[in-house]
């Protein structure tokens, strides 16, 4: 499955990621997924470090959705990542290799627009060749209640559709197959498609946010940095996880969400029906200040595990803190699980019970 061009541009581009728009994401086929549905997974990372879950009502014709918005964007215009009531799901990774430009901003206000009016990845396909110009740059996911799943890479001059095989996957960082040999993300691609193929049975949500995006392994240099120090620092540049990093999303079909906001490494999976509209998990949603709590927590234990105050101390990972993090949010991550099991189709008790086990989350994380 791996191209054997991407190795050797790899060889040539092994670029340090430094955008803060280094997004790692995967679509996987109905086949390859254990739910039996296809799935989108994104991982954002952005210079805007907090992140919230919102419900947006049908209005006017347009379609109701749930989506992930910067927490400061209170006009709600640009979404990251997001599932309507028709079951269509879209998220993106920037491409930089498509035109030039920044069009982060664009990229998230048509997304939004695609959440409301589309019902089909057809319908997403034909919008985008509709319009002109694109004004994008983005290698886009998505998904519908048809069981079609798939990228387009789109531009104001490229529009490129690859689809998922049905028991396969496709991964993307920030580089198009259709561009130039250019772009950057390259050593993620490598990893994450290395970590796709050891992949033993069929993908879970948490396959991919603990498998992919809390892996501290390099490709290029060919170990785990979690296991190489256990006990000390690394540089933290080039893996998925990054102090950049500020949510990871699974749209497991187009009705269930599983959503981690904030800091990858500091947060764990919630389940959300997009079906059960205004009714969230509050510990994913703007709280007083705007922000998620959720969010500000992962925000917390991402300076307690990059806490080295001299010289260039944020990009430095402490793995003797980072190691029990983990542990504790793979511990939580399987109650939130759990809790889903028993309580699916009750949202309102589903949600109770989320919120309660995130404030013992947050007990436990202030005694480290």
């Known amino acids: 499955m791996k191209n054997a061009l991407l190795t050797v541009l790899t060889a040539i581009f092994v670029l340090a990621s430094t955008e803060a728009g280094a997004c790692t994401t995967a679509v996987i086929g109905a086949g390859a997924s254990e739910s039996g549905r296809p799935m989108l997974w994104k991982q954002r990372d952005t210079d805007n470090p907090f992140n919230v879950l919102v419900h947006i009502p049908a209005a006017e014709g347009r379609y ?12 709600r215009n640009a979404v990251y990542a997001g599932s309507n009531e028709k079951g269509f799901a879209i998220m993106n990774n920037m491409s930089y290799n498509l035109a030039k430009g920044d069009y982060d901003a664009r990229n998230g206000s048509l997304m939004r627009r695609a959440l409301e009016s589309c019902a089909t990845v057809a ?3 034909a919008m985008l060749r509709a319009e002109d110009p694109r004004t994008c740059e983005a290698n886009f996911g998505v998904l519908d209640a048809t069981g079609a799943a798939c990228y387009i890479e789109a531009s ?7 689809d998922v095989p049905e028991d396969g996957w496709l991964v993307r960082t920030n580089f198009s197959l259709a561009g130039s040999p250019k772009g950057s993300g390259y050593a993620r691609y490598e990893t994450a498609v290395g970590l796709m193929e050891r992949h033993k049975g069929k993908f879970s949500p948490e396959d991919l946010v603990d498998g992919l995006g809390r892996s501290y392994r390099n490709a290029v240099l060919g170990y785990d940095a979690s296991r190489k120090f256990a006990c000390g620092y690394t540089y933290d540049e080039d893996f998925i996880p ?3 990093t500020t949510s990871s999303v699974v749209m497991d079909g187009g009705d269930l969400m599983w959503v981690a906001i904030g800091y990858t490494p500091g947060a764990y999976l919630m389940p959300v029906r997009v079906s ?11 709280g007083e200040d705007g922000n998620a709590p959720a969010n500000v927590l992962a925000d917390e234990i991402k300076k307690k595990t990059h806490h080295l105050g001299r010289d260039a101390g944020k990009k430095y990972v402490d793995f003797r ?5 983990l542990r504790i949010v793979r511990r939580y991550e399987k109650a939130a699980a759990g809790i889903y099991a028993r309580c699916g189709s009750d949202v309102e008790e589903m949600n109770r019970q989320l919120d309660a086990l995130f404030g013992r989350f947050r007990d436990e994380i202030d005694s480290i």
Do not use: H, I, Q, W
């Open 321 to 325: 803190v980072m190691k029990p993090v």
């Open 123 to 125: 319908e997403f396909e």
């Open 156 to 162: 104001d001059s490229v529009l490129v559709r690859y």
């Open 242 to 244: 990054r102090p950049s």
């Open 276 to 286: 059960a509209g205004a009714a969230l998990p509050a510990c994913l949603t703007p």
């Open 64 to 75: 109701a959705y749930t989506a992930v918005f910067n927490a400061d964007d209170t006009g």
